[in-house]
């Protein structure tokens, strides 16, 4: 039986004809940091933290936010952000409450547990910003953050 877990160890470059594909680049950079962080979150008590659980914290920011919103963020489907949302919830990181404009929609918050969680991943992104920028330079990451924060459309 073939293990479905992506695998959290990424350290290839990626094929040379994809080197100079924007939209591969972009999508291999990310998925780097991504799973070097959730290698780190690992190495910590969140253990079970899975791709979709760090994305669901990197979107929420420590602010509540519904499952649509998530759903629309993730581009996926509101079922599946809710099968995320409930396994943190059996973790005791996220919560369910019912939204004050809308009694029917319930809105997600934080734990003290998943706000520990949140301060942690906060701080392992950080130190490995900060180690980026050492070895590329912090102009060169000021340049690219200011390229990412433009208006492309």
């Given at each position: 039986?073939?293990?479905?877990?992506?695998?959290?160890?990424?350290?290839?470059?990626?094929?040379?004809?994809?080197?100079?594909?924007?939209?591969?680049?972009l999508y291999y950079?990310?998925?780097?940091?991504?799973?070097?962080?959730?290698?780190k979150i690992k190495q910590t008590e969140y253990h079970f933290l899975t791709i979709p659980q760090l994305r669901i914290f990197g979107l929420m920011r420590g602010n509540v936010i519904t499952i649509s919103?998530?759903?629309?963020?993730?581009?996926?489907?509101?079922?599946?952000?809710?099968?995320?949302?409930?396994?943190?919830v059996k973790h005791g990181m996220l919560k369910l409450v019912e939204s004050p404009s809308n009694r029917s929609a319930k809105e997600i918050e934080m734990t003290e547990k998943g706000k520990?969680?949140?301060?942690?991943?906060?701080?392992?992104?950080?130190?490995?910003?900060?180690?980026?920028?050492?070895?590329?330079?912090?102009?060169?990451?000021?340049?690219?953050?200011e390229i990412l924060r433009e208006n492309w459309g």
């Open positions: 039986m073939t293990n479905s877990k992506p695998s959290t160890k990424l350290t290839h470059e990626p094929r040379p004809d994809l080197m100079m594909d924007l939209q591969a680049l950079r990310f998925n780097l940091f991504e799973r070097r962080l959730l290698k919103s998530l759903a629309k963020w993730l581009d996926i489907s509101r079922q599946a952000v809710q099968k995320t949302v409930s396994s943190l520990k969680l949140w301060s942690e991943i906060k701080g392992i992104r950080l130190k490995m910003e900060s180690d980026l920028s050492n070895k590329i330079g912090p102009e060169r990451i000021a340049l690219l953050q």
